[in-house]
């Protein structure tokens, strides 16, 4: 027997993966070249170690082909907005979602009375830390902005399946937002929700806090603003990370706060950048005041010395350590504040 | 949408796990990143009237042919030779094509008055076919209407009254075949076309020839000048079968050649995912997966081996031409490459593949170690055109449990090549020199060849010169999960884990090694660029 190493490499050509065949067209064949494996690809094994329980994972040279239901940006929500389907998701948020947020998170609110003369549709624009933000604010808003809000979600996250898609925009009134990159689609359907007159959940960050911390704000709530000159009412929502963190298996009791701040309209002349710094200004001063109170949290914010929503820049252990701690959601006497039931509430503040 | 053709998948860390056969079993093995794992092209549209096409096909034959139907007459004799139970692989649902084709020959036979027809199994060295074989095959009618009058014989390559010496080739090689078949005015044979190996005029040189004959192409210096047996123009086994054919031709031997294609549609809706790509597995698929390997993981061998014999293939018929010799082979080789093709760019260093349960020689049976080496390294190791799929001096891994064990009724021979031969040499030209005549010419092997259901007792010896081509272009084999004694028997390297297998291999082909993995079922070919 012979071995000779040397005849085989004389014969490689540059690396290509042509991918067209696993699309279904029947031009010419897939041609894929030798590739040399190192010691590190040796060692390495592809493909979820799950499968076949869990669904196969698609190579990244082969195109995905166009999916036999229309899922992600593409998958259309208009059916949750249609009367019957609202009238029985306002009875699941009433009827089922209040009493259940109200048992595991035990809402105060503060600051709900600026939405009280403010006109519909608004853009609320809140930190996000949990699952339970979304419903969790749903129940908190007032009564005329609860059952005509929709909730810019993630296409990737919440809108891969065919299951998931119906359930969330069935139960949250969820819209598909593309969070990785610019997607016309989704930011026309927001724009135009907003334009008739729904009011519009999104969570600048893009995602939950990986740590409990902030991540940096994107531009979408103030585009959206900008472009239809509705007004952003900045939310702070603290405590919800302790209920149930991102990767958390269970969830657990805890009290939580949700803080409404003034409402904001860009400025004229003020672009949809310079106007989304300010949101993400406002909502770490409303970050501050949750954890100090409004006149400490406005000193901090004129002095320029609130505490940035995205914590200290440090080992991951400090950034850990210097988290809020959590707070037991065990019953608390003081916690009908104003006397008037639930969401508690901190009544009216002077300006 | 048309089917998608063939297709190479470099794996990256999205892949997920690959699936090998492994004898009665599966395996998904996660190949490193960087490998390469080749797709068969999905099955192409069938016939939608194969009745209509075959008609068709014998009132306008291909070549310097008349139609069927001017052939036939009255007071004339004909003999219809078909393909015996090694194809199609698995046996295909009924109506197999065999009845097909012959009934509607039959048909023109009956119409044109002929009455002296007799069937002929050209099963060459082969093991006889069983009655339930040849009813699935033939269909009840025709066997009932020919077996009971003694029409419906097998091939009998050790009868010397039933055998005619043709002459010789001007290479020397003796022409001796079927009697019968020689001195009929027509002679019909009906092929089906699994492989590029199979039909032309290897259909009666080699199925209707005698060991006589069959010695001078079945044999280890041939194999390895047929480079590979699968690309007949560069094949000498095919070269010699040419010579042979054309001298049956020039003896006055009229041929009138039928060969069908089939797509490779080969397995059930059931195990519909065993011919899928693994990404694109639904929930159905993998449910199926998990549910038929979980039981199989928990059946005897046994048990399983006769579940798998018991499935039936939904091959469906994709061409069929009849004629002249020639004309019709060079057109089904061209249809066997249009559905088997893939082009691939470049020779690998390591070259995997699953085996499965079956080959063209245990249909019904035990898959025995010397067959398991005949599948890899005869039948996958040679799918190809052009160059080796492996480099000279590379590696192949095989998964495949390789017990040690055989079906006494089936294989006697090949028990006793295993014992006696093998523990001497696993050279072919030794084994060929030392051994071949005598197992050859062993009157106990003979006569349970004649009047049992045994392979010849050479058979196993052309198994292992099946191998020849590859034992010498390698450089190591490996037997993933197989039977450690029995592996080592057939001088071959045993690993527990694909993992092993790669560890193993490096030993040989030296660091940095590249990974190819033949993704079957579906058979496919390489074609190396």
Redesign the interface.
């Given at each position: 027997?012979?071995?000779?190493?040397g005849?085989?490499r004389s014969?490689?050509?540059p690396?290509?993966?042509?991918a067209d065949?696993?699309?279904?067209?029947?031009?010419?064949?897939?041609?894929?070249?030798?590739?040399?494996?190192?010691?590190t690809?040796?060692?390495?094994?592809?493909?979820?170690?799950r499968?076949?329980?869990a669904?196969?994972?698609?190579?990244?040279?082969?195109p995905r082909p166009a999916p036999e239901h229309r899922l992600g940006v593409d998958y259309d929500t208009d059916w949750s907005r249609k009367y019957p389907v609202r009238l029985v998701r306002a009875m699941l948020l009433d009827n089922v979602t209040r009493p259940l947020a109200r048992l595991i998170a035990d809402p105060l609110v503060r600051g709900d009375e600026y939405l009280a003369t403010l006109d519909a549709p608004v853009i609320f624009a809140a930190n996000h830390t949990s699952h339970v933000d979304t419903p969790l604010l749903m129940s908190c808003l007032p009564l005329r902005f609860r059952h005509r809000t929709v909730v810019a979600a993630a296409a990737d996250y919440f809108f891969d399946r065919r299951w998931k898609s119906d359930l969330f925009a069935f139960s949250l009134g969820a819209i598909p937002i593309e969070r990785n990159k610019v997607n016309r689609r989704s930011a026309q359907l927001a724009a135009d929700l907003v334009e008739d007159g729904w009011n519009l959940i999104i969570f600048p960050e893009g995602g939950r806090s990986p740590d409990g911390w902030g991540q940096l704000y994107r531009g979408g709530a103030a585009y959206l603003s900008v472009r239809t000159g509705r007004p952003v009412v900045p939310v702070h929502l603290q405590g919800t990370g302790n209920v149930l963190p991102k990767g958390g298996r269970g969830i657990r009791r805890t009290r939580t706060t949700v803080t409404f701040g003034t409402p904001l309209l860009p400025d004229e002349g003020e672009d949809a950048r310079r106007f989304g710094a300010r949101i993400e200004s406002a909502v770490a001063t409303l970050a501050d005041e949750a954890t100090t109170d409004w006149w400490t949290a406005r000193r901090r914010a004129v002095a320029g010395t609130t505490p940035r929503l995205q914590g200290p820049d440090v080992a991951p252990w400090r950034r850990s350590w210097a988290l809020p701690k959590a707070t037991s959601a065990t019953p608390n006497p003081n916690a009908d504040v104003d006397g008037t039931g639930w969401p508690r509430r901190t009544g009216t503040r002077s300006q | 949408?048309?089917?998608?053709?063939?297709?190479?998948?470099?794996?990256?860390?999205?892949?997920?796990?690959?699936l090998y056969w492994h004898g009665e079993r599966f395996r998904?093995e996660?190949?490193?990143?960087?490998?390469?794992v080749?797709y068969a092209?999905e099955p192409i549209d069938p016939l939608e009237d194969p009745s209509a096409a075959i008609r068709r096909a014998l009132q306008s034959p291909l070549g310097d042919k008349d139609p069927l139907p001017a052939l036939l007459r009255a007071g004339m004799k004909l003999t219809i030779a078909f393909d015996d139970i090694s194809l199609p692989l698995p046996p295909m649902e009924r109506p197999d094509i065999r009845q097909l084709v012959i009934e509607q020959v039959l048909d023109m036979a009956a119409e044109a008055g002929v009455d002296d027809v007799e069937l002929i199994v050209a099963l060459a060295l082969h093991r006889r076919m069983t009655e339930p074989e040849l009813r699935h095959a033939l269909g009840d009618r025709i066997y009932d209407a020919f077996a009971p009058n003694g029409l419906l014989t097998q091939h009998d390559a050790e009868d010397p009254d039933a055998l005619v010496h043709l002459g010789q080739t001007d290479h020397g090689e003796d022409v001796e075949i079927n009697k019968r078949a020689a001195e009929s005015d027509l002679l019909v044979y009906v092929n089906i076309n699994l492989v590029a190996m199979d039909g032309g005029h290897k259909s009666v040189a080699t199925g209707l020839a005698s060991y006589k004959s069959l010695r001078h192409h079945h044999n280890p210096q041939t194999m390895r000048q047929s480079r590979s047996f699968m690309d007949q123009h560069h094949s000498e086994l095919h070269t010699s079968n040419w010579r042979m054919g054309r001298l049956i031709a020039d003896s006055g031997v009229n041929v009138f050649q039928i060969e069908t294609n089939l797509n490779n549609d080969a397995f059930p809706p059931a195990f519909s995912f065993l011919q899928k790509?693994?990404?694109?597995?639904s929930?159905k698929?993998?449910l199926a997966?998990?549910g038929v390997s979980k039981a199989l993981d928990r059946t005897p061998a046994k048990y399983a081996r006769q579940i798998f014999h018991s499935v039936k293939a939904p091959h469906r018929m994709t061409a069929v031409q009849a004629g002249e010799v020639e004309a019709v082979h060079a057109v089904t080789t061209d249809n066997v490459w249009r559905q088997q093709?893939?082009?691939?760019?470049?020779?690998?260093?390591i070259l995997s593949m699953g085996l499965p349960y079956i080959s063209p020689y245990n249909v019904n049976s035990i898959l025995n170690p010397i067959l398991v080496a005949c599948l890899g390294l005869g039948y996958f190791f040679n799918m190809y055109r052009g160059k080796p799929l492996v480099?000279?001096?590379?590696v192949v891994i095989m998964s495949h449990p390789t017990p040690w064990e055989f079906n006494p009724v089936h294989h006697p021979s090949y028990i006793d090549f295993f014992e006696q031969v093998l523990s001497e040499t696993t050279d072919p030209i030794e084994v060929a020199k030392g051994f071949e005549e005598s197992f050859a010419t062993d009157p106990w092997y003979i006569h349970l060849y004649r009047t049992g259901h045994a392979y010849h007792g050479v058979h196993p010896f052309y198994m292992w010169y099946w191998c020849a081509h590859a034992?010498?272009h390698?450089?190591g084999v490996i037997i993933v999960g197989g039977d450690p004694a029995a592996v080592h028997r057939l001088g071959f390297r045993v690993a527990s884990t694909m993992a092993d297998a790669?560890e193993m291999a490096?030993d040989?082909?030296?660091?940095?090694?590249?990974?190819?993995h033949v993704h079957t079922p579906p058979i496919l070919m390489s074609?190396v660029?």
């Open positions: 027997m012979t071995t000779n190493f005849s085989s014969l490689l050509k690396r290509a993966v042509r065949a696993a699309l279904g067209t029947n031009r010419s064949r897939a041609i894929g070249a030798v590739k040399r494996l190192s010691p690809d040796i060692a390495s094994r592809a493909g979820n170690r499968f076949p329980l669904a196969p994972s698609w190579p990244e040279s082969v | 949408m048309s089917p998608r053709p063939g297709f190479v998948l470099e794996v990256d860390r999205s892949t997920p796990p690959t998904l996660r190949l490193p990143e960087g490998s390469r080749i092209p790509r693994e990404w694109e597995w929930v698929d993998r997966y998990l093709g893939v082009t691939v760019d470049g020779q690998t260093d480099r000279e001096g590379g034992l010498q390698l450089g790669l490096q040989i082909v030296g660091p940095s090694p590249t990974l190819t074609d660029q």
